[in-house]
């Protein structure tokens, strides 16, 4: 079967919730680590706390991985943290992509390991790659993350593009401070890639909640813009994210706004989170989420693996309470994978 292309649930008996939705996504995330501190998710860097369990084996995240795709859950993202600082990010996405079911491998990453690794991630299964930008000034760059990589991680995005992934795509949160700036930095980057480059509204989390006051911004301005200079917004494919891609006729690339605060965004929502200790999280802003481990040490545990997950999705939400000022348990999008 070509990449991207959905079974059809009736063939899988695909996971559904109490509203109708059905789940053919899984977001992994691999690590709580990360080497960058942005401003918005890690401002202080990683800091590593003792009392946590160690991250999930190579074996746990093999048995998880089965036993969703055994629920038709057939599109895999490897995340984070940054997911790359696993040294045995290659081997994973090596064992992963070869799971019965899964049909498409995606990463996020910071690209900090990019240039050097993409061919090599792309030759092991994986099939598409998100890249954090902010801001393609490099100065701005430096100031958000922490590190004054801005041009290796363009040069990363473009070997990505020569190494035959189905699809490059740039996440780019929306800040105020960045607001009036950038824009034709951004049309430039698009004109001549074959990239989704993608704004995303910042997201309240349990460790960010003054920054967001100060830097939050609507995608709607974002909106305006396209809709003022001739884009035109792209229908959505089965299985696609929350993105609303827009293209434009002078552009080979396209730009996308993903608006967590705009109304009926959770009613699309396709996806689950493993978390990189073994937690199941219904939603990226719900509860503490619900324990996996004890079911993941024996290949002979996936029927109740299984049951498990399926006795879980009851409990999940309509849809998230961001607009009332409640992130649920999540302290940043690292601790359980943007
Ligand atoms: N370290 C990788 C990276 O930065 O691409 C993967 C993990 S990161 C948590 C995944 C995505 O979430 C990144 O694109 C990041 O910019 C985005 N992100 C993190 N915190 C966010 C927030 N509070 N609101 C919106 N997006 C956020
Ligand atoms: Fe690290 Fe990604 Fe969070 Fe930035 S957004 S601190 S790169 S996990």
């Known amino acids: 079967m070509a990449l991207f292309d959905p079974p059809s649930p009736s063939s899988t008996g695909q996971l559904q919730d109490g509203f109708g939705r059905r789940f053919s996504y899984l977001r992994l995330s691999l690590t709580e680590r990360c080497n960058f501190r942005c401003t918005y998710c890690l401002p202080n860097g ?130 105020r ?10 049309l430039g980057f698009v004109a001549h890639r074959d990239v989704s480059w993608r704004f995303i509204e910042l997201m309240r989390t349990n460790d ?27 229908a959505r494919r089965e299985g696609a994210g929350p993105a609303v891609e827009y293209a434009h006729p002078d552009y080979r690339g396209r730009i996308g706004l993903i608006a967590p605060y705009s109304s009926g965004f959770c009613d699309s929502c396709n996806r689950l989170r493993l ?11 719900g509860s503490e989420g619900l324990e996996l481990r004890d079911l993941l040490q024996r290949d002979d545990q996936a029927g109740e693996l299984v049951e498990r997950i399926e006795a879980a999705m009851p409990a999940k939400m309509r849809g998230h309470r961001l607009h009332e000022g409640d992130s649920g348990a999540t302290p940043h999008l690292a601790s359980i994978g943007g």
């Open 46 to 175: 990683f800091q590593a706390q003792k009392s946590l369990p160690t991250e999930l084996s190579r074996d746990e995240i093999r048995r998880a991985v089965a036993a969703f795709a055994k629920l038709g859950l057939w599109k895999l993202r490897l995340t984070g943290g940054e997911p790359t600082v696993r040294t045995d990010f290659t081997d994973i996405a090596r064992k992963l992509a070869q799971v019965e079911g899964i049909r498409h491998l995606a990463m996020t990453t910071n690209g900090y390991r990019l240039e050097r690794s993409a061919a090599k991630w792309r030759e092991a299964g994986v099939d598409a790659v998100n890249v954090s930008i902010d801001t393609l000034d490099r100065t701005r760059f430096a100031e958000v993350t922490g590190h004054d990589k801005l041009e290796g991680v363009v040069r990363g995005v473009d070997v990505a593009l020569g190494a035959g992934f189905a699809s490059v795509k740039v996440n780019s949160v929306l800040l």
């Open 208 to 234: 960010n909640a003054g920054f967001h006051q100060r830097q939050a911004t609507p995608g709607e301005l974002v909106r305006e813009r396209l809709d003022a200079s001739g884009w035109y917004a792209l």
């Open 177 to 186: 401070e960045l607001e009036g700036s950038g824009w034709d930095d951004v």
């Open 275 to 285: 978390s990189s200790r073994g937690k199941l999280h219904l939603c990226l802003f």
